[in-house]
């Protein structure tokens, strides 16, 4: 509260990864929001914020982070280590990289132990996995935590209603999520026990 916007887009937005500077944004009044936004000197950056801003917080949309590695389907190898190298600058923790087509729409994932065993001019449609377990944008965040819970999954990506890869979810924003479905269940139980005490 004491921060002045200028220093809440310097020393906290600039510092976080978009989905946790959107949480913090979505704090401030609108007026707020915008100066904060005004001073963040990353344009990208401030764009990834504003785009998660307008999806509702309890859905796939409101959970992702922007930050995320993607190549391009009909790449090789070698093309795609040196994509890969130029967007990890941006991105804390790789955990996994996605393929795209030349539509941005997801077709598959890669593993790094077959980005490095394989030779260098391999296509990368030859060595992608196409098994993808993927989320839209609108989906809420029970069903997410659901699916990663079943499939036993450290990050789910978020396409739109076209298939179009625009995010990612971590099982980190997801433990939240399970704790307050876990908190719930045990508040039903707790109330259905004082309601009916015999039971």
């Known amino acids: 509260q004491g921060l002045t916007s200028e220093e809440i887009a310097e020393h906290v937005v600039d510092h976080l990864d978009s989905d946790d500077a959107a949480d913090v ?34 859905t796939a949309g409101g959970l992702m982070a922007k930050e995320l590695i993607s190549v391009n389907v009909n790449k090789n190898v070698w093309e795609c280590v040196r994509e890969i190298r130029r967007q990890a600058e941006e991105v804390e923790t790789v955990y996994t990289i996605y393929v795209v087509d030349d539509d941005d729409k997801l077709v598959g ?21 196409t098994q993808v377990i993927s989320v839209k944008a609108n ?61």
Request: hydrophobic fraction near 40%; proline fraction near 5%; charged fraction near 30%.
């Open 25 to 58: 944004i979505a704090e401030l009044s609108d007026e707020q929001q915008d100066e904060v936004l005004s001073h963040v000197e990353d344009s990208e950056q401030a764009g990834d914020i504003v785009d998660l801003l307008n999806y509702d917080p309890d």
């Open 109 to 129: 994932l890669l593993s790094l132990k077959n980005l490095l065993t394989k030779p260098l001019r391999t296509p990368i449609r030859e060595v992608l996995n």
């Open 139 to 199: 989906t809420p965040k029970e069903e997410i935590a659901t699916i990663m819970r079943k499939y036993d999954l450290v990050v789910v990506p978020v396409v739109d209603a076209i298939e179009r890869l625009v995010g990612r979810i971590t099982i980190d924003d997801v433990v939240d999520v399970m704790q307050e479905e876990a908190e719930k269940d045990i508040k039903m139980i707790t109330n259905a026990g004082a309601a009916n005490p015999e039971a």
